[in-house]
C-alpha cells in the first residue's frame, strides 16, 4: 500500500468527543472502528445501534483491500468518497455502462455488468440502491458472484430496510457490514470502506 494516513487534529477532537457521548463499548477492535467512522461521518449516533458487523467482515474487508481487491460501488458518490483506497485498489462504479431493460433497474443492470467482470473476491459498497443490493444477494443464490466482502449501506424508505435484512439473513452475514433500518447514503458507506482500509494499513505497518 501506499501514503499512510496522517490524522488532523479537528478529526482527533471530534472523536475524543463522540467517544465521551458514544458507548462503543460492546463492540470488539476492529468492528468497534468502523462503527466510529460511521458515526463521525455522520453524526448520526444511532448507527452505534442498529451497525451490524458479521464475524469475518473484518477480517475479510482488511484481507481483500490488502490484496488490492476490486471495489465495486453502486453509485459515483461512493467512488468518489473512497479516493484513499483507490490508491491500492481498482475502483469502479458500472452505471454508465448500464441501462434499464423493463425487468431491472438501471443499478441492477449495473450489477449484473459488475458481477460479470469481477465474479470473484471484489468488495461491493452500497450507500444508495436497495435494488443493487437485492441484485447482489440473488446472484450470489445463483453462484454467479461471490464477493470477498459486502458493505450494505443503502438509504431510502423504499427497500432499503429489506434488503439490508435479506443481507444479514443471507450466506454473506458472516463478510458483511449493514445496519438496521432506513438510515444509510454514500457518506456512511464510503466512511467504513475507509476504516477499514485504514484497518488493513496498521496490519501491514505491523507485519501482517
Known amino acids: 500500500m501506499s501514503a499512510r494516513h496522517e490524522v488532523h487534529p479537528i478529526e482527533l477532537r471530534s472523536y475524543e468527543i463522540m467517544e465521551s457521548e458514544v458507548d462503543f463499548s460492546s463492540w470488539p477492535p476492529g468492528a468497534a472502528e468502523l462503527v466510529k467512522r460511521m458515526v463521525h461521518a455522520t453524526a448520526d449516533e444511532s448507527f452505534a445501534r442498529t451497525a451490524l458487523v458479521g464475524e469475518r467482515a473484518v477480517d475479510a474487508l482488511t484481507g481483500a483491500l490488502g490484496s488490492a481487491a476490486t471495489v465495486v460501488c453502486d453509485a459515483r458518490m461512493v467512488a468518489a468518497g473512497i479516493s484513499q483506497v483507490a490508491r491500492s485498489c481498482r475502483v469502479e462504479c458500472y452505471l454508465d455502462r448500464a441501462s434499464p431493460d423493463g425487468s431491472l433497474t438501471r443499478s441492477q443492470a449495473a450489477v449484473d455488468i459488475a458481477a460479470e467482470e469481477n465474479p470473484l473476491d471484489a468488495?461491493?459498497?452500497?450507500?444508495?440502491?436497495?435494488?443493487?443490493?437485492?441484485?447482489?444477494?440473488?446472484?450470489?443464490?445463483?453462484?454467479?458472484?461471490?464477493?470477498?466482502?459486502?458493505?450494505?449501506?443503502?438509504?431510502?424508505?423504499?427497500?432499503?430496510?429489506?434488503?439490508?435484512?435479506?443481507?444479514?439473513?443471507?450466506?454473506?452475514?458472516?463478510?458483511?457490514?449493514?445496519?438496521?433500518?432506513?438510515?444509510g447514503g454514500s457518506a456512511v458507506a464510503a466512511a467504513t470502506i475507509n476504516a477499514a482500509w485504514r484497518l488493513a494499513q496498521a496490519s501491514e505497518d505491523r507485519g501482517g
Open 123 to 183: 468488495v461491493w459498497v452500497f450507500g444508495n440502491a436497495p435494488t443493487a443490493l437485492a441484485r447482489l444477494l440473488e446472484l450470489s443464490s445463483q453462484g454467479l458472484v461471490r464477493p470477498a466482502a459486502v458493505i450494505g449501506l443503502p438509504v431510502g424508505y423504499v427497500g432499503a430496510t429489506e434488503a439490508k435484512g435479506a443481507l444479514w439473513a443471507s450466506p454473506l452475514r458472516d463478510r458483511s457490514v449493514t445496519n438496521v433500518g432506513r438510515r
